[in-house]
Structures are given as C-alpha cells and as structure tokens.
C-alpha cells in the first residue's frame, strides 16, 4: 500500500504535466509555424524577421531549420547552432511531415521538446523546434513526493507500533498458554492458564482449564482408587498374617481354636479373591473390552438370579418376591445382565433385616426396559446417595465388610449399564427402605438362556 501511495499520485500528477505541456508547447509551435507560413523559402535573414514578431512564451530554445536540417535561427546566444545541421530526433520527425513531442521528467526538471514542419504549398521547407526545461512544476512535484514519503513514514511507525504491540499481546497469551501447557504436562494439575478477554486463544485457555479440571478430577478418582484398593487388600491380609501368626505362636494350641483361626483365614482369602475379581471387572469395564453384545431377553437371567439368591433370602429370614413381564430384552451379554441384577439383588437382601421384604420388578415402559429392586431396609441416607456409586463408598463399612462386601458391587452395576446406554439410580421409598432402578434401551428379541 506504501508503495502505491508513493507511486500512483507520481505517475498520475506526472501523466498531466506530460499533457498540459504537449498541449502548451504544440501551440506555441503551431505559433512560431504560422509566422513562417508566408514565406516560399526559408534563409537567415526571412526566418529572423519572422521570429522577432513572435513573443517567446518561456522557453529555454527554439530553432529553426530548412528544409535540410540546417538550423537558419537558434535562440541560444552562445554557442547557437545557426549555420550547423542538426539531427534531433524531433527535427528528423518534423522534416519528414510530422508533429513531433517529447517530455522527460530527469533531476528535478521536466524537459519537453516539440517540433512542426513549415510548409509552403505543400512542401516541406523547413522545421520548427521549440525546448523547454522547467524545473517550477518540477518542484512542486518533487514536493509532493516528499510530503507522500514523509505520509508514508508516519503511517509505517504508526502500522509497525500497532503491529508490534497487538503481536506482542498475542504471543504473551500464547506464552500463558504454553506454560499452562507445560506444567499440566509435568503433573501439576492444579496448574490453570490465565488468560484475560474475548478471543479465540483466551477461549482456547478456558477450554484448556475445563480439560485440565477433568484431568485432575480423573486424576484425583484414579490415585483415591489405588489407595483404597491397597487398602482393602491390606485389611484381609493383616487379618490372614494376624491369624497365621496366632497359629504357629501359640505352643499349646487347641485343635478347635486352630480350625476356628484356619477357617476365619479361608474367610480372609475369599475376600481377597472377591475384591480382586470385582477390581478386574471394573479394570475390564474402564478400558471398555466389552463382552460381545446380542439381545437378551432379562426374564430367564432375573429367574436364575432370584433361584440363588431365594436360598439366601430364605435362610434370613427375608421375603424375595418378583413380578416381571416378557419380551424385555436388552442389548447385552448374559454374564453382565447377571451381574448386574445379581449385585442388586444380593445388596437388597444384605442390607434388609430378618422379617424384611424384597420386591423386583420387571416392565417395559415407552422403549426401555424397567428392573427396580424394592427393599424394606433401612435405606439410605440423603446425604450419601449420590455417592452410592462411587467405587468402595460404602454407608457403613463395618456393616458391609460383615455383610462380605466389597464396596465395588453399585460401582460394576452403574458402569456396565452405561456402557450399554442405560441408566441406573438409586432412591429411598416413602415407607423406609431403598430402590434402585435401572433402565436400558429396550430392543427386539432374546433367546432362551
Ligand atoms: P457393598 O459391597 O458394600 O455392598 P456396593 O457397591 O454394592 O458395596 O454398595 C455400596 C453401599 O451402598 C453399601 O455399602 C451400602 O452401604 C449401600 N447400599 C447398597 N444397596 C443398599 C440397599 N439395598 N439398602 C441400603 N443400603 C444399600
């Protein structure tokens, strides 16, 4: 843009001297040609006479020439060129017939020459060249190129401070960024990018900071799950070297004690086992393998659980009842659906006292598939339901681990069901007692288990 403005206003300012100096200097020419026009030959002494009648109009020289190019009247008093033949191009031009003009614009001064043929009756006699060196306009041009040049200065101090001062925001908005970057990279977590405004990169920090509070959430859940897994292991294997320790310490031990110690240690064991297989399940579930997938239909998978399960109900003295619909069948695999309803219903059971009550309920409801199991417990407290599924949160966790849970039961129930599309929730009924809910997307089909 500098440049144009540096050149367009030259060249076009330029183009118009050109053409108001053709238009002068012609006239002028055309002047001095008709002075001569009377005459049917040119010598010295005709062309001086003819000349001295016409006024000079500024110009630097003016020749005239006869027919040959020898110049018969020159203006420039020393070193004039009467009596010599000339060979400027103009002259040649004006001598074969033709108006001839010529402008140059060369330090600081516009040069123009023009040049006519003087005829007489038709035959070229002679020509008429007029010069003029002007150096008035020249300046005003030139002025006008040094307030565009001082224009132009301005205008790049003033473009380059812009452009130094808005680059250099952004690159210390890219720099916040990058550090952010760096130090949530190197673990630090809480690390968040602060970038103050509107644009894009300081909503590419907002969304950096969001993505960085999951990571540290994620974080958080993942370094809490490590110690309490460690923890849970730690428990049943102080308990196994406690009772181990007992047994070969003790001199005079009873074999009765010894078999109480060695079954407690089995106890110990399947606990161990128990967690393990559970933390393997939800290990499995976190990396998303899956278990092949097919429409299964939930009802003969609910009766088998509630046939193992009516034992246990049975010899608590709880009462396990159901009422379930056919044709519920949900996109899953029979081991997961198992899972699923067998931890729900062994929680119901495990946490609903002798003389209690336990209903599972099984129904289609506007394209989802409906599983609640109803107990008649204790329930839960407010304040830890929405906690309820979080892995080895438990409500009380004397009373689970006496109960042989794990704490990880709600967790594998909620993540197998998401990763089939569905929900779960868990709720404490007006009468006393809790509820859980699960809803699948219902699908066509199930074959027989
Ligand atoms: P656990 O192995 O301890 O049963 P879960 O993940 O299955 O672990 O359940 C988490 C906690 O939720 C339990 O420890 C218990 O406090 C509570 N809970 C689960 N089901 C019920 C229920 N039906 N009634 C009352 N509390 C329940």
């Not at 092949?292 to 009802?299: E, G, T, W």
């Given at each position: ?231 849970e ?41 128990r967690i393990?297989?559970d ?126 849970g794990t704490g990880l039961g ?40």
């Open positions: 843009m500098l440049i144009l403005l540096n050149t367009y206003p030259l060249v076009v300012s330029q183009n118009m001297v050109f053409r108001s100096k053709e238009t002068t200097m012609q006239s002028s020419v055309s002047v001095m040609v008709y002075s001569l026009s009377g005459l049917d030959k040119l010598n010295e002494e005709n062309v001086a006479a003819a000349m001295a009648v016409v006024e000079e109009t500024g110009l630097s020289r003016i020749l005239v020439t006869d027919s040959a190019g020898k110049v018969l009247y020159d203006t420039r008093e020393t070193g004039g060129a009467v009596g010599q033949y000339t060979l400027y191009t103009e002259i040649v031009q004006a001598l074969m017939g033709n108006d001839a003009f010529s402008c140059i614009f060369k330090n600081g001064a516009f040069r123009s020459r023009a040049s006519s043929p003087v005829l007489y009756q038709n035959q070229i006699i002679g020509a008429v060249y007029a010069y003029e060196y002007d150096t008035e306009q020249a300046a005003l041009l030139e002025g006008l190129q040094g307030n565009l040049l001082r224009l132009s200065g301005v205008i790049g101090v003033v473009v380059l401070g812009l452009s130094l001062v808005l680059s250099k925001a952004l690159t210390k908005k890219i720099g916040l960024l990058l550090t952010a970057i760096r130090k949530v990279r190197e673990g630090a977590y809480s690390h968040r990018a602060e970038i103050r405004g509107r644009d894009e990169i300081a909503q590419i920090g907002e969304e950096f900071n969001s993505l960085t509070d999951r990571l540290q959430t994620t974080e958080n859940a993942r370094r809490r799950f490590v110690s309490d897994a460690s923890h292991l730690k428990t049943p294997l102080a308990a196994i070297r406690l009772l181990t320790d007992s047994i070969l310490q003790t001199d005079s031990i009873d074999p009765e004690t010894t078999r109480e110690f060695v079954s407690d240690i089995g106890q110990e064991a399947e606990r161990l086992s393990t297989e933390l393997l399940r939800l290990t499995r579930l976190d990396s998303s393998v899956l278990d092949a997938a097919s429409a299964v239909d939930v009802l003969p998978v609910l009766e088998q659980v509630l046939r193992m399960m009516g034992l246990v109900a049975q010899e608590k003295g709880v009462d396990l009842t159901y009422d379930a619909a056919e044709g519920c069948a949900v996109l899953s695999s029979k081991d997961e659906l198992h899972q699923v309803i067998y931890n729900l219903v062994d929680n119901a059971v495990k946490y609903t006292p002798a003389g209690g009550a336990v209903q599972v309920s099984l129904k289609r409801e506007e394209g989802q598939v409906v599983l609640s199991v109803a107990d008649n417990g204790n329930g839960i407290p407010e304040a830890d339901l929405p906690r309820i599924f979080e892995r080895f949160y438990r409500v009380d966790k004397a009373r689970s681990r006496a109960a042989g709600l967790s594998i129930v909620s993540d197998t069901v998401k990763q089939r599309g569905g929900t779960v929730e868990a709720a404490n009924r007006p009468g006393g007692g809790a509820v859980f809910t699960v809803r699948w997307p219902a699908v066509k089909g199930g074959g027989a288990v």
